[in-house]
């Protein structure tokens, strides 16, 4: 065991005497919204205690969608997007965003969960009392990569770089398998704008011509440099799955990648070289059951997929390679078994018998990484999984599940017996339907393996009375609903829980959890229709903190009927602070 590995040991040992020192941190609540005037607002806690002393905070607006043209998304060229009555595609919806100290200068890069989607650098002046404002902008070119695909939530590396993600990746398989552009899945058709492509009047052929799947499902990376210069980069080694985040470790090697959707897995990539994603081996989770109380435990064991690196896998993507290139298809009994040298695969929405070509096993782990996850024993039963977080003081991971259900369930949909989302597969969890989700947490050893989970925050599903104020939520107001993204504040106790809820809350709402006495602080709410996304902590810029927090499409999730203006519609980008410096404990 290398000193490194023990000193992180021992932390796990004396977790309990490090939480004990830890700053105690308290925000002012915000109430649940009740009339109109409320729902339509952007409301954060305008305090915030920090070992006693009280200090004024609020939500500030860094830009919105549009300002500066932040969010227009753009081609290969660099030319705006168009939509179809011949107006400038400019994205509602902002995602994940970062702060990035570098050198004398202060940074922030946004990203757009659209199809293409979009990545902006913005410089940031920061006053004497912390406060923050947009000095400039501008787009981040991925055409070297065929453009940047439906990037989602992500996180801040050690090293001081803009990790984030691509989520839902299309099925490379469908695709190949398509007779007409109507076999085409239409989440899917938006992206072939990068291109120069019209998708309104299309063949299929045009369809494929454009659009490579494999080209799209990945931890993304960009570095800025101190003259504002984004340089970005697919981590192709990482696998291809629908990316909500990768998460890297205190060891700069280890990353925990989240994979959004139904029957999808938890995967844990370890770099060669610390501070280099380029190249290292991926693993896959396996849950071995050990309670099925509330949305459950179990005992983690990691399944080996295999090393790779970046550019052995873009040179696979490029040169064209198909699903029918990397596995051959064979069929599955009533009861789920495979024929004589095919492996099971409940994957992709779909139960397969499949086997892996000769000499195609890089292909399988990294640009069918689910499937062959799957195929090989690991865990693909997960439900909407989203935010990673990690606490150092005690070296535990938490994990948002937005809903426990379906592959999660015991060969049932919501309680509804079917064995859609177990056949082909293993059926490892088996714990009661909860469709107000759950936060998990998850033991960390010296190597930064997980090797047990447990829930520790749950939605309470309930019904509220015709005439309540609450009418129409189908989750306790007073508990989380569809947890999302997720940070935690170090050198506290605290855990913020951001929401993507539709009919769960209305009005979707960022959380502080107190580790120790379990309350949950309701700390921002948001419009009608919106998402919480990228709830993200910096302790210490500069003698400031900050919680990044970027409300995603309003008026668009729900409620449409809502909105009067189409001004209000544009997606914030702002943060909720300035808190004072916390330092990590």
């Known amino acids: ?125 920061q006053g004497d009392d912390g406060m923050l404002t947009a000095v400039s902008t501008k787009p981040v070119d991925f055409s070297a990569f065929g453009g940047l695909w439906v990037p989602c939530a992500g996180s801040v590396t050690p090293w001081g770089t803009h990790l984030g993600s691509e989520e839902y990746p299309a099925d490379a398989r469908a695709i190949e398998d398509a007779k007409t552009i109507e076999d085409i899945d239409d989440y899917n058709k938006p992206m072939v704008r990068y291109f120069g492509v019209n998708p309104s009047d299309m063949t299929v052929d045009d369809f494929r011509a454009a659009y490579n799947a494999y080209r799209y499902g990945f931890v993304t990376e960009v570095t800025v440099a101190e003259d504002g ?63 099925n109380e509330g949305a459950g435990a179990a005992d983690l064991s990691w399944v080996d997929l295999g090393h790779a690196d970046d550019a052995s896998v873009q040179k696979l993507i490029e040169a064209g390679t198909k699903f029918s290139d990397i596995f051959e298809v064979g069929e599955m009994a009533e009861d789920g078994s495979c024929g004589e040298g095919f492996m099971g695969s409940n994957a992709e929405g779909a139960a397969e018998c499949l086997k892996v070509r000769d000499g195609m096993e890089l292909a399988a782990s990294r640009l069918e990484t689910r499937r062959y996850a799957s195929m090989m024993g690991a865990t693909t039963e997960f439900r909407k999984m989203e935010g990673i977080t990690f606490d150092p003081a005690t070296s535990k991971l938490y994990l948002a599940i937005s809903a426990v259900e379906r592959g999660m369930e015991d060969n049932a949909k919501n309680g509804k017996a079917t064995d859609k989302y177990d056949k082909g597969g293993r059926n490892d969890i088996k714990v009661g339907s909860n469709k107000c989700g759950a936060v998990y947490e998850l033991d960390i050893d010296g190597d930064m393996v997980a090797s ?49 809820t539709g009919s769960g809350h209305q009005n979707d709402a960022i959380w502080a959890y107190n580790m120790d006495s379990k309350a949950l602080t309701r700390i921002m709410t948001t419009p009608y229709g919106s998402e919480t996304t990228s709830p993200y902590w910096y302790g210490d810029i500069n003698g400031h903190g900050y919680l990044i927090a970027v409300i995603q499409h309003p008026y668009g999730e729900s409620d449409q009927d809502k909105l009067s203006d189409a001004a209000d519609a544009r997606a914030y980008i702002g943060y909720v602070g300035p808190f004072p410096a916390i330092a990590e404990k």
Request: aromatic share 8%; with cysteine; net charge negative.
């Open 1 to 125: 065991m290398t000193i490194r590995s023990l000193l992180l040991c021992t932390t796990v040992l004396t977790g309990l005497s490090t939480a004990a020192m830890a700053a105690e941190m308290s925000f002012s609540p915000v109430k649940f919204p009740e009339t109109d005037a409320e729902k339509r607002a952007a409301v954060a806690s305008d305090a915030v205690t920090v070992d006693g002393a009280e200090h004024k905070i609020g939500y500030h607006v860094l830009m919105r969608s549009g300002d500066m043209d932040v969010g227009i998304l753009t081609d290969k060229d660099g030319n705006p997007v168009k939509n179809e009555d011949g107006s400038t595609h400019v994205s509602v919806d902002a995602d994940f965003t970062s702060l990035l100290p570098v050198g004398d200068k202060l940074f922030s890069v946004s990203h757009f969960e659209s199809r293409p989607g979009a990545m902006y650098v913005t410089e940031l002046k």
């Open 452 to 500: 047990a989970i447990r829930s520790v925050v749950e939605g309470k599903e309930t019904s509220y009375e015709d005439g309540s104020p609450y009418a129409g939520n189908k989750c306790d107001v007073d508990a989380i609903a569809n947890p999302d993204n997720l940070t935690f504040v170090k050198g506290t106790r605290t855990l913020i829980i951001g929401e993507d």
């Open 229 to 291: 210069t984004a340089t970005p980069q697919k981590h192709f080694a990482t696998g291809r799955v629908a990316v909500e985040l990768g998460y890297v470790m205190p060891d700069e090697k280890t990353v925990y990648i989240s994979d959004d959707g139904t029957n999808v897995g938890l995967f844990r990539f370890v770099a060669d070289t610390a501070g280099d994603l380029s190249a290292g081996t991926l693993y896959a989770a396996k849950w071995t059951q050990t309670s």
